[in-house]
């Protein structure tokens, strides 16, 4: 897809990866609309944007019919949407069992159920065009689950086999020129990880290799640009973590167990927290 002109949605836009993306598809010459629930943080991501190229919206993408509607204030404002990531996300630390279950649902309403609502929202006007490109943003805990991350990577192994999904939906419809394609990323240096919901009464950081989010939303702008099934993004390690995952799944994910166990959870944390779950947080 052509990015000069592009009309792009890119929700979690107001930090992190999402924010990357939408600062890097501006820089492309797209014009990008910016969703996510902190109205004052988008705000000053549309705020550092030309202003005739970006228009922000704030939305929770739980909510199917918000979703809906902010598409339709970007089309009014830039056009017909062309592409979409689906990148807003939360993360939970704690195992499923110290977990209280409303919180584990909560992180599979916002991370497959926005992506869902996503996909219903952009999908049907791309069919229509006969062109676009869908980003859905999953990680590589997506493909190999860790301790004390069991939620979070169950909720991104469903955004991988979402994008599986609707990619043979599209060919059962016969639909040329509608692209789905998945980005899998390894740890990034966003504030999700001090926003997370936590129940380990530890404190948690980003295991290395850790990419910046430019580097991951360079990744989702290629996708769009060449659309391609599943991408995993953050280097070379990462890329080999999920390649040896394939031939050796046990090992891996020991290995991984460790990693999150001996590096990610260090010193003592607060209390239980549910974190940006509910309201967006923001890191000290
Ligand atoms: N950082 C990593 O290590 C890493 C690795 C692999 C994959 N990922 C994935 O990358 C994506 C972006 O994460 P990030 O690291 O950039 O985290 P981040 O900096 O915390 O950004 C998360 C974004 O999601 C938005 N969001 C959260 N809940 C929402 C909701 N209910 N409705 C609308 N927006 C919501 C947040 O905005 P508001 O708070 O304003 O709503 C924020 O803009 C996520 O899907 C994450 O799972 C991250």
């Known amino acids: 897809m052509r990015l000069d002109g592009a009309v792009v949605v890119v929700t979690g836009a107001s930090s992190g990866i999402g924010r990357a993306t939408a600062r890097e598809l501006v820089g492309a010459g797209a014009l990008v609309g910016l969703l996510g629930r902190d109205a004052a943080a988008l705000g000053e991501v549309a705020?550092?944007?030309?202003?005739?190229?970006?228009?922000?919206?704030?939305?929770?993408?739980?909510?199917?019919?918000?979703?809906?509607?902010?598409?339709?204030?970007?089309?009014?404002?830039?056009?017909?949407?062309?592409?979409?990531?689906?990148?807003?996300?939360?993360?939970?630390?704690?195992?499923?069992?110290?977990?209280?279950?409303?919180?584990?649902?909560?992180?599979?309403?916002?991370?497959v159920g926005g992506c869902v609502h996503g996909a219903r929202v952009a999908l049907p006007t791309m069919m229509q065009r006969g062109h676009g490109v869908l980003v859905n943003v999953s990680s590589v805990l997506g493909v190999v689950p860790a301790p004390h991350l069991t939620a979070y990577s169950m909720s991104k192994s469903a955004v991988r086999t979402l994008s599986a999904g609707l990619r043979s939906e599209l060919r059962r419809a016969r639909t040329r020129g509608a692209h789905v394609c998945t980005v899998l990323p390894g740890a990034v240096d966003t504030p999700i990880w001090s926003v997370s919901a936590n129940?380990?009464?530890?404190?948690?950081?980003?295991?290395?290799?850790?990419?910046?989010?430019?580097?991951?939303?360079?990744?989702?702008?290629?996708?769009?640009?060449?659309?391609?099934?599943?991408?995993?993004?953050?280097?070379?390690?990462?890329?080999?973590?999920?390649?040896?995952?394939?031939?050796?799944?046990?090992?891996?994910?020991?290995?991984?167990?460790?990693?999150?166990?001996?590096?990610?959870?260090?010193?003592?944390?607060?209390?239980?927290?549910?974190?940006?779950?509910?309201?967006?947080?923001?890191?000290?």
């Open 47 to 111: 705020a550092e944007l030309p202003p005739a190229r970006a228009v922000a919206v704030p939305v929770d993408v739980v909510d199917a019919a918000s979703v809906a509607r902010a598409a339709d204030v970007v089309t009014e404002r830039f056009g017909p949407v062309e592409g979409w990531v689906n990148c807003a996300g939360v993360a939970l630390f704690g195992t499923v069992l110290d977990t209280p279950p409303e919180q584990t649902r909560r992180v599979l309403e916002v991370n």
């Open 199 to 284: 129940h380990t009464g530890r404190r948690v950081r980003p295991p290395p290799p850790v990419a910046t989010p430019e580097r991951v939303a360079r990744t989702i702008v290629a996708r769009l640009r060449r659309p391609r099934a599943e991408t995993v993004a953050g280097g070379p390690a990462v890329r080999l973590l999920v390649f040896a995952h394939r031939l050796a799944p046990g090992p891996v994910e020991r290995l991984l167990g460790l990693v999150v166990g001996r590096w990610s959870l260090h010193g003592h944390g607060p209390g239980p927290t549910s974190g940006a779950l509910w309201e967006p947080a923001h890191d000290g």
